[in-house]
């Protein structure tokens, strides 16, 4: 069975600093990995995915994350945090032949001013 | 990419009572899922509605409860059937383009 573990429940960083969030996943073959971000009162917005080759993947509004198949993790990164960028961050797995995703408990981002 | 919406975005129900939920997309597509998020929670899925075929069920989510319709390709219903407060939630409609699942903005149901 897959699995996605979030370890940060809230991190709370300074606009203008840079933000890593972490996910770690359980899966038995490659898995497709997703980075969703929640806003306030709004539905999932895809942020990135990766499926295969280069494992460092580009995203929208400045995001990317690596994906390291030793550490079985999908860390997302931004070099410079924006006040915007508060929101609830899911990371998600999923297998190619279903599509079906499971998703980690979410990181809450605070950006102080 | 898709372009996905749900009616309604919000509702305040009364204990007992059934809620149907609508989500419309802006294209075809064969693969449409239906999730629940509780409060503070993380996302559940609780059933994957292929056109033309019956809906398929998570365990520990039964069609009596939330049963669910797709006429055709681009729309697709959920019912919150005989509703409690534990039902309150916002349930989350997506649809599966190249592999990748593209989210409705929500229902926000409280029930009360």
């Known amino acids: 069975a897959q699995s996605v573990t979030q370890p940060d429940i809230h991190i709370t960083v300074s606009e203008g600093a840079s933000l890593e969030l972490r996910c770690n996943y359980s899966y038995g073959a490659t898995p497709y990995l997703f980075w969703y971000v929640q806003s306030p009162g709004q539905g999932l917005q895809l942020l990135l995915k990766?499926?295969?080759?280069?494992?460092l993947v580009q995203g929208i509004k400045g995001f990317e994350a690596e994906f390291k198949r030793s550490q079985s993790s999908f860390n997302l990164r931004k070099p410079s945090v924006h006040w915007s960028d508060a929101a609830e961050y899911f990371c998600?797995?999923?297998?190619?032949?279903?599509?079906?995703?499971?998703f980690g408990a979410g990181t809450t981002v605070t950006v102080r001013a | 990419s898709a372009v996905i919406s749900q009616k309604p975005s919000r509702d305040i129900c009364q204990r007992g009572t059934s809620l149907t939920i609508q989500c419309q997309v802006d294209?075809?597509?064969?693969?449409m899922f239906w999730y629940r998020q509780q409060p503070g929670q993380s996302l559940t899925l609780i059933a994957t509605?292929?056109?033309?075929?019956?809906?398929?069920?998570e365990s520990g989510f039964v069609i009596d409860k939330f049963p669910i319709s797709r006429p055709n390709l681009t729309f697709s219903t959920l019912t919150v059937s005989n509703m409690s407060p534990e039902d309150s939630s916002i349930y989350l409609c997506?649809?599966?383009?190249?592999?990748?699942?593209?989210f409705g903005p929500g229902t926000r149901l409280t029930v009360l």
């Open positions: 990766y499926f295969s080759g280069d494992t």
């Open positions: 509605a292929n056109q033309g075929s019956e809906a398929t069920y």
């Open positions: 294209s075809q597509v064969t693969m």
């Open positions: 997506s649809v599966e383009k190249s592999d990748t699942q593209y």
């Open positions: 998600a797995v999923g297998p190619s032949n279903d599509y079906k995703l499971s």
